[in-house]
């Protein structure tokens, strides 16, 4: 089947070999080259020395190393930093004002898209909206779980959509929305810390279950925590703490069910119904085993999805499993995404 989807990776994915100094910037780029993807998607808060300002030098060597290793920009990860003073919020015009300085930013290092969190506020959105729209950039709000699309929080920024007509606005979803287990290398930390095979269990069981029943998706609610908290009421966050209660849970045990609440399974048809509000896409994981299987989220089931809906974007590796490892293993991130993009790729072309 001909396709024209294609592949990415966020430069998050490095952030072990980055932090521990093994690979800076352009090493990052160098390593995403070799796994045969495209794209890339960059943290210039966390990697351009001169953040917030885009120098001409810094500029002219982007776009060198694009060239260098035939590679282009796909997202710009936006933070909207909007406490960054003790004793107050900033204000509207100041979150707008930063806003649209990453938007500036990422249209002087040519990316597409401008992928913001699910904390912006709508009218900060909505009041940077002409300046993305001037500037040809699509802001995503990145739909991370236990946030869904098809769901009371969508429908709250789908509102906004068709109220202003607006074609700079859209969703990047996650494919942590897309975990029909627990992630195994969530589990295994959970033994390190002295989880009990029984309370481990109760916990897995009780996720199967949401599986199986199906997640009650979150409801659109300006108060974060608030959705959060009424999300786990939801999904049986207080039988789950009273079954383990009755065995008398450690500290960990509790932890690790909370934790669990963090992954959600959506059916991929979410993508389908979705599609033409869908401008690029974070292909999270957390451990690629040795045949390039994820052993939480079905790739070739959620990329089949975007296949059958025409999506034409991006798919970016974003690797997160070095946290679940890197309290007493070795961490490889790019052995991890240069699985995950095998099978990315396989799922696209077969």
């Given at each position: 089947?001909?396709?024209?989807?294609?592949?990415?990776?966020?430069?998050?994915?490095?952030?072990?070999?980055?932090?521990?100094?093994?690979?800076?910037?352009?090493?990052?780029?160098?390593?995403?080259?070799?796994t045969g993807a495209t794209g890339i998607e960059?943290?210039?808060?966390?990697?351009?020395?001169?953040?917030?300002?885009?120098?001409?030098?810094?500029?002219?060597?982007?776009?060198?190393?694009?060239?260098?290793?035939?590679?282009?920009?796909?997202?710009?990860?936006?933070?909207?930093?909007?406490?960054?003073?003790?004793?107050?919020?900033?204000?509207?015009?100041e979150q707008i004002a930063m806003m649209k300085?990453?938007?500036?930013?990422?249209?002087?290092?040519?990316?597409?898209?401008?992928?913001?969190?699910?904390?912006?506020?709508?009218?900060?959105?909505?009041?940077?909206?002409?300046?993305?729209?001037?500037?040809?950039?699509?802001?995503?709000?990145?739909?991370?779980?236990?946030?869904?699309?098809?769901?009371?929080?969508?429908?709250?920024?789908?509102?906004?959509?068709?109220?202003?007509?607006?074609?700079?606005?859209?969703?990047?979803?996650?494919?942590?929305?897309?975990?029909?287990?627990?992630?195994?290398?969530?589990?295994?930390?959970?033994?390190?810390?002295?989880?009990?095979?029984?309370?481990?269990?109760?916990?897995?069981?009780?996720?199967?279950?949401?599986?199986?029943?199906?997640?009650?998706?979150?409801?659109?609610?300006?108060?974060?925590?608030?959705?959060?908290?009424?999300?786990?009421?939801?999904?049986?966050?207080?039988?789950?703490?009273?079954?383990?209660?009755?065995?008398?849970?450690?500290?960990?045990?509790?932890?690790?069910?909370?934790?669990?609440?963090?992954?959600?399974?959506?059916?991929?048809?979410?993508?389908?119904?979705?599609?033409?509000?869908?401008?690029?896409?974070?292909?999270?994981?957390?451990?690629?085993?040795?045949?390039?299987?994820?052993?939480?989220?079905?790739?070739?089931?959620?990329?089949?999805?975007?296949?059958?809906?025409?999506?034409?974007?991006?798919?970016?590796?974003?690797?997160?499993?070095?946290?679940?490892?890197?309290?007493?293993?070795?961490?490889?991130?790019?052995?991890?995404?240069?699985?995950?993009?095998?099978?990315?790729?396989?799922?696209?072309?077969?």
């Amino acid at each position: 089947m001909d396709n024209k989807i294609k592949r990415s990776v966020s430069l998050y994915s490095y952030q072990q070999e980055y932090y521990e100094g093994k690979l800076d910037l352009e090493g990052c780029i160098r390593e995403t080259a070799k796994t045969g993807a495209t794209g890339i998607e960059l943290l210039a808060e966390q990697m351009v020395d001169d953040f917030p300002v885009i120098t001409p030098e810094f500029k002219e060597t982007w776009f060198g190393w694009m060239k260098k290793y035939g590679t282009e920009p796909t997202c710009y990860d936006a933070f909207l930093e909007n406490r960054i003073y003790d004793n107050r919020v900033c204000t509207l015009r100041e979150q707008i004002a930063m806003m649209k300085r990453d938007i500036e930013n990422a249209s002087q290092l040519g990316f597409q898209t401008l992928r913001t969190l699910v904390s912006t506020p709508m009218d900060v959105i909505e009041g940077s909206m002409p300046f993305a729209e001037e500037k040809d950039i699509k802001i995503c709000i990145e739909v991370h779980s236990p946030f869904s699309l098809s769901s009371g929080w969508a429908d709250g920024y789908m509102e906004m959509v068709h109220k202003t007509g607006t074609k700079h606005f859209g969703f990047m979803p996650d494919f942590g929305i897309f975990c029909r287990n627990i992630p195994d290398i969530l589990t295994a930390q959970a033994v390190r810390n002295g989880c009990r095979e029984e309370a481990i269990k109760i916990v897995e069981d009780a996720f199967l279950n949401r599986v199986n029943k199906g997640f009650t998706k979150i409801k659109y609610d300006l108060n974060l925590g608030r959705a959060h908290g009424a999300y786990m009421k939801a999904n049986g966050y207080p039988n789950l703490m009273e079954a383990l209660e009755k065995i008398h849970a450690t500290p960990a045990e509790l932890a690790y069910a909370g934790s669990t609440f963090d992954y959600t399974w959506c059916d991929p048809k979410d993508i389908i119904d979705n599609i033409q509000y869908i401008y690029h896409t974070h292909a999270k994981f957390y451990h690629m085993n040795e045949a390039c299987e994820e052993t939480s989220i079905p790739i070739k089931e959620v990329v089949e999805a975007y296949k059958t809906a025409g999506y034409s974007g991006y798919l970016s590796s974003e690797y997160e499993g070095n946290r679940m490892l890197n309290d007493a293993l070795e961490v490889d991130s790019i052995e991890q995404v240069r699985r995950q993009q095998e099978a990315l790729r396989r799922a696209i072309e077969e």
